[in-house]
């Protein structure tokens, strides 16, 4: 009879093999994620196909580290680049942000007042024209002063063709602005050296105009109008009210001295300008004159002291 040992029993190979396998693997997993961290993109919605493609197979290699979990960062999105955020800083939606345009251009304003008071006029003249340029254009009044401030200027840096035009632009804005009135008048009396007949009736004409918003009086305005036929033209009178707009002792004392001294100025000049205008007429005519033998000496001009026309007469 055969006598079979029996052999001490061993713990089972596969159960061993299982968990050896399965420790091995972890530790396996382990060096593989510290070697090949893995980013979690679960919570980027942002991300895009490609941009998950190129991470996974970048076509050229990348000359920064691998980012791990903790040195990543979020770049802001594509929508919104810096250059907007400056645009957003230079210009401002007037239709929704008026209080803060009206607030700079006052400041702006309130700056150049302080450089005027000190004579510093050119930079004076560039904070009316920042605040010009931030003032809603709605806001007619604000600007006709921002206007009148840069005609101040102007003025007294002696350019008063300028000088005329802004004021041109705030009496656009604003008729009744006395300010304005004003300094176009006086921007028309230095024009030119001398200035002309024409540009003193019309610094005449806008002092007169002062005075007549002072006292309120009532104007009539004449219109011719043409009906198509001949001799049958009408015109047409109307009456209106000024508004009494008082002035200021210093300007009514500009204004009335202007309308009282203006006249005979005006008259003087036109008489210059006329003697101007026939003595190059005269040149004129001796350069086609001459060409016959004659000259303008041949010919007498006189003046009618009733009408002031002239009249022509040969003399031998």
């Given amino acids: 009879m055969a006598v079979i040992e029996e052999l001490p029993q061993e713990p089972p190979t596969i159960s061993t093999t299982a968990t050896t396998t399965k420790e091995h693997l ?175 009736s019309d610094a005449l004409k806008d002092y007169q105009d002062l005075l007549d918003q002072h006292n309120g009086i009532k104007k009539e305005q004449h219109k011719k109008e043409e009906d198509g036929k001949e001799n049958d033209n009408r015109t047409t009178t109307t009456t209106i009210t000024v508004p009494r707009v008082p002035l200021d002792k210093a300007t009514l004392l500009t204004c009335q001295r202007a309308v009282r001294d203006l006249p005979p100025r005006i008259k003087m000049q036109m008489e210059k300008e006329k003697e101007e205008m026939m003595g190059k007429l005269k040149e004129l005519g001796n350069t086609v004159l001459g060409k016959f033998g004659l000259s303008t000496d041949n010919f007498q001009f006189q003046q009618d002291p009733t009408s002031g026309n002239y009249s022509m007469n040969f003399v031998n």
């Fill in 26 to 200: 972890k530790r396996s997993n382990d060096d593989n994620k510290a070697a090949h961290p893995v980013v979690n993109t679960s919570n980027n919605i942002d991300a895009t196909p490609s941009e998950k493609a190129s991470s996974a197979t970048p076509s050229e290699p990348s000359t920064t580290p691998t980012p791990t979990q903790s040195n990543i960062t979020e770049e802001p999105p594509l929508s919104s680049p810096t250059v907007v955020i400056v645009d957003q800083d230079l210009f401002y939606d007037a239709a929704e942000d008026q209080a803060h345009l009206l607030a700079k251009a006052t400041e702006y304003k309130n700056q150049g007042n302080r450089y005027f008071g000190v004579a510093d006029y050119d930079k004076a003249l560039t904070s009316y024209q920042d605040a010009a340029t931030l003032c809603p254009s709605d806001e007619h009044k604000q600007r006709a002063v921002y206007a009148a401030n840069m005609a101040a200027c102007y003025l007294k840096l002696n350019q008063a063709k300028e000088a005329k035009t802004q004021c041109d632009i705030a009496l656009d804005l604003d008729p009744l602005y006395i300010k304005a009135k004003l300094r176009r008048a006086q921007a028309n009396e230095r024009l030119s050296s001398p200035p002309s007949s024409s540009a003193l």
